[in-house]
């Protein structure tokens, strides 16, 4: 997937005209990839030596003077949480508008870089008196551009390309980030050298993180991944720390810069309260994750099956009812070579994107089948609508007529519809319940994203 540049404005600024000035008038190319909402069209684009894709996030209309649509402004930033820049394009013929400062001051609540792009400056002398005024919306620099002519186009792409990074570094911000976490003694460094062992192995330390923390990378079909803090990992075996010692400070920075977290466990030990510890983090921090229980070697298999273990684990982890498990043995390698197999399907769970449309037949669905709860004065829970507003990890918003009709029991069923019927296998599903009618509410959790770059 190639870097995304989102472009916002009210109806009718010529934000098509931009698309197609970009990309070119030819057919639109739509890409149907996993990982991308449907609901939006991206079209390749290239720029000296880099390339990138272009969404056109649709206009941003307004229910009254000031306020977004809540369901368009969701779309829109869902759009902003994956793109590396937007570009806020304006109508330089038609002026400052208010719509546009109210784009312009949530625009500057988004966590994206923004270059302005002042539309309809056919004449360039002309082009920069009427942008001038535009620097009034605190973006930078604006730049009159016509879309329809090409005018000023270059100088606006010069300054978009700033913040798309070359493929070479995207590539590297595309890796799957997986740290391994568990109690000591519990097979960690054994299952890292069981990983890394045969494959080739690079050492590479990284900056801008713990100073000795050291990141392993693991190549396998094409695809890459980042093993978090090795060091973290071995450091324990040349000090003594004593067998209590355990740094869990570090294991929670580990999980915070993971996409997927390998949360071991001894099967020996089965879950400890520690174990539970380390489970509630990775749920809070809303990663994938996958149980690896390891020293399955070590186990009487006359007297217990891997059924009776299952059901231990999950009875224990019943909270992380999502993820896999996988039985392995680093000491004699069973198993091992599935866990990559595991941690490829989390991460695709953890970056999945459904379309608005297809949420909603889920939720249609559901509901016929089993009507949301009724108050004691015959009110009955309603949902209007849904879509998924962020990935990493996937997280839905439900607008409903008021969220305190849906009991814990109804939103359990929810989120097992949209996981029976959408996959989001191996991650933690976020299911945002709002009333409609309060808008502090809509805005909430509309901003967190995994940041680019
Ligand atoms: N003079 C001039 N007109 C333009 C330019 N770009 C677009 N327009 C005109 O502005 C109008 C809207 O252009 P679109 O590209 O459809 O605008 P949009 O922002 O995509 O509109 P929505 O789809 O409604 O959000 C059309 O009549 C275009 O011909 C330009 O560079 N110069
Ligand atoms: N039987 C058996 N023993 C294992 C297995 N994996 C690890 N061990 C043993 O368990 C002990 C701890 O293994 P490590 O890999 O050092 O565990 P760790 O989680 O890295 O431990 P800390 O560094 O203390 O956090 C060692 O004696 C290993 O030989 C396994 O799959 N089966």
């Not at 390749?44 to 809540?70: I, K, S």
């Not at 535009?134 to 000023?152: D, M, Q, R, T, Y």
């Not at 229980?293 to 298999?301: L, M, P, R």
Request: charged share 30%.
């Amino acid at each position: 997937m190639l870097p995304i540049v989102a472009i916002i404005g009210r109806p009718n600024v010529g934000k098509s005209a931009l698309v197609n000035r970009l990309c070119g008038e030819q057919d639109a190319i739509v890409f149907d990839q996993p990982g991308v909402t449907r609901d939006r069209t991206y079209r390749r684009a290239f720029w000296q030596d880099r390339e990138f894709q272009v969404v056109d996030t649709g206009g941003l209309v307004f229910d009254d003077e000031t306020e977004f649509l809540p369901l368009i402004r969701e779309q829109a930033e869902a759009a902003l949480s994956e793109s590396v820049v937007a570009i806020f394009v304006v109508d330089g013929k038609l002026g400052l508008t208010a719509g546009d400062e109210e784009i312009a001051s949530w625009l500057r609540s988004q966590p994206v870089p923004v270059v302005l792009a002042v539309n309809k400056c056919e004449s360039e002398t002309q082009g920069l008196t009427l942008a001038a005024e535009f620097w009034n919306l605190g973006l930078g620099e604006p730049f009159p551009i016509s879309a329809i002519h090409g005018n000023g186009t270059g100088d606006l792409l010069e300054k978009v390309t700033e913040y798309v990074p070359s493929m070479d570094e995207w590539e590297e911000v595309e890796e799957t980030k997986v740290a391994i976490v568990g109690r000591p003694n519990v097979g960690k460094s054994s299952l890292l050298n069981a990983l890394t062992g045969e494959k080739r192995a690079i050492v590479s330390p990284i900056s801008g993180t713990t100073r000795d923390a050291i990141d392993m990378v693991v190549e396998r079909d094409g695809k890459t991944y980042r093993l978090i803090d090795t060091a973290g990992i071995r450091r324990k075996k040349n000090v003594d720390y004593g067998t209590e010692f355990f740094s869990i400070n570090r294991a929670f920075k580990a999980i915070k810069r993971a996409d997927v977290v390998l949360f071991v466990i001894d099967v020996l030990d089965g879950v400890t309260e520690q174990d539970l510890k380390l489970a509630g983090r990775i749920i809070d921090e809303g990663k994938a994750a996958v149980i690896v229980v390891n020293k399955w070697d070590a186990v009487e298999k006359d007297t217990h099956t891997i059924y009776e273990y299952q059901k231990i684990i999950g009875d224990r982890l019943y909270f992380m009812e999502w993820a896999d498990r996988v039985f392995t043995s680093a000491m004699t390698g069973k198993r091992v070579d599935k866990i990559l197999d595991l941690i490829d399907t989390a991460a695709e769970g953890h970056q999945k994107r459904v379309s608005t449309s297809v949420i909603n037949e889920v939720i249609e669905d559901a509901v016929r089948w089993h009507s949301p709860p009724t108050s004691r004065q015959g009110k009955q829970g309603k949902i209007y609508y849904g879509t998924q507003v962020t990935s990493k990890p996937p997280t839905i918003a439900l607008f409903v007529n008021d969220p305190k009709r849906f009991n814990d029991s109804y939103r359990r069923y929810m989120e097992k519809q949209f996981r029976q019927q959408l996959g989001f296998h191996g991650t933690p599903l976020k299911l945002l319940w709002r009333g409609k009618s309060l808008r502090e509410g809509e805005k909430m959790g509309s901003s967190n994203r995994a940041t680019k770059v």
